[in-house]
């Protein structure tokens, strides 16, 4: 039998949720910077375009409580792993954008 948090989810849930979600959530900003940023050749080297990956870790937080992932017994280890797939997620979407000059 599955131990269930508080909140009901099982810990598989939790963490294909918590992983989903960062995921997409490196993907949302890679899509984002190359509207707010661009992807042209002067964009590559612009580091702002860091800032929406950075928005989409903080985002993350809100939108994991309302799902009714429990963050207050998040220990470093989960907060480095939304942090480093969050990021991963961005600069492969965003690398594959300025590779290929997309225009959104």
């Given at each position: 039998m599955?131990?269930?948090?508080?909140?009901?989810?099982?810990?598989?849930?939790?963490?294909?949720t918590v992983t989903t979600l960062a995921?997409?959530?490196?993907?949302a900003a890679a899509l984002a910077a190359a509207v707010i940023v661009g992807t042209s050749a002067a964009a590559a080297t612009n580091t702002q375009a860091?800032?929406?990956?950075?928005?989409a870790v903080a985002i993350q937080y809100p939108l994991l409580k309302a799902i009714g992932v429990d963050t207050g017994e998040?220990?470093?280890?989960?907060?480095?792993?939304?942090?480093?797939?969050?990021?991963?997620?961005?600069?492969?979407?965003?690398?594959?954008?300025?590779?290929t000059g997309a225009s959104l």
């Amino acid at each position: 039998m599955a131990t269930e948090t508080q909140t009901g989810l099982t810990g598989h849930v939790r963490g294909v949720t918590v992983t989903t979600l960062a995921c997409l959530g490196g993907v949302a900003a890679a899509l984002a910077a190359a509207v707010i940023v661009g992807t042209s050749a002067a964009a590559a080297t612009n580091t702002q375009a860091v800032l929406p990956a950075v928005a989409a870790v903080a985002i993350q937080y809100p939108l994991l409580k309302a799902i009714g992932v429990d963050t207050g017994e998040f220990g470093a280890k989960d907060h480095l792993y939304i942090g480093f797939m969050t990021f991963t997620l961005w600069f492969i979407t965003y690398a594959i954008l300025l590779t290929t000059g997309a225009s959104l």
